[in-house]
């Protein structure tokens, strides 16, 4: 499939990403809003592209209502000012270098170096006894951090985007699954202890803009 898409209600092109496979039986979708807004279809051998695009307009207000939900994406370019770890920062191709075209994945490694630098920070900050053996950075869609029971904790760099505060919950908040594996009075006890008052707050303003976060990069 070269060069097909999608088109919104609201007049937006989203491109498809078909692959054919042996033994599947029905044509599935998976509408993706990071890092790119796109459609991946999987469909049995030989599905026409009249199939796909009628089972898409079947579909078409679940898929709808997954792009209405989350933010489209913000070009960033040379001199725009963004907002990360809570100051406003204005975007220097020249500090960045390398080929304009390449601003933008510059950038991003970048910040996502300079997140797991302050997520460090914040980790050691907390009770020796819940340190993690390692942290992982991720650019992930349905969660901001997990732990492992082998002691791995990772988080989403886009929290990079969100206040400081914000981020320093969500570090504090897997670090207390070091503790307690689950979301019981007892983790949300700890997360108060390590991460003092207001942790709900913070809790609160990310499941209120957290889609904001993946707007930009």
Same mark, same amino acid.
């Given at each position: ?6 088109? =919104?209600?609201? %007049? ?43 089972? =898409? ?49 510059? =950038? ?36 901001? %951090? ?49 991460? %003092? ?21």
């Amino acid at each position: 499939m070269k060069n097909e898409s999608f088109k =919104l209600s609201d %007049g937006e092109e989203v491109p498809l990403v078909s692959v054919h496979r042996r033994g599947l039986r029905n044509i599935s979708i998976r509408p993706k809003t990071n890092p790119k807004r796109e459609i991946y279809v999987s469909s049995p051998i030989w599905t026409s592209m009249s199939a796909i695009r009628e089972f =898409l307009e079947q579909k078409r207000r679940w898929i709808e209502k997954i792009y209405a939900a989350a933010p489209k994406k913000v070009k960033i370019r040379d001199g725009d000012v963004i907002c990360v770890f809570g100051k406003n920062t204005t975007v220097c191709a020249r500090t960045l270098g390398g080929a304009p075209e390449f601003l933008e994945r510059r =950038l991003r490694d970048k910040i996502k170096a300079e997140f797991l630098k302050r997520v460090r920070e914040i980790v050691v900050t907390a009770p020796i006894n819940l340190h993690p053996k390692k942290i992982a950075v991720h650019d992930t869609i349905s969660r901001w %951090g997990s732990c492992s029971s082998t002691g791995t904790v990772s988080f989403s760099w886009r929290l990079a985007f969100a206040p400081p505060e914000v981020m320093r919950y969500v570090v504090m908040h897997e670090l207390a699954h070091r503790k307690h594996m689950d979301h019981s009075p007892k983790f949300w006890a700890a997360v108060g202890e390590i991460y %003092g008052p207001g942790y709900e707050r913070a809790k609160r303003w990310l499941s209120q803009h957290g889609a904001e976060l993946h707007k930009y990069l």
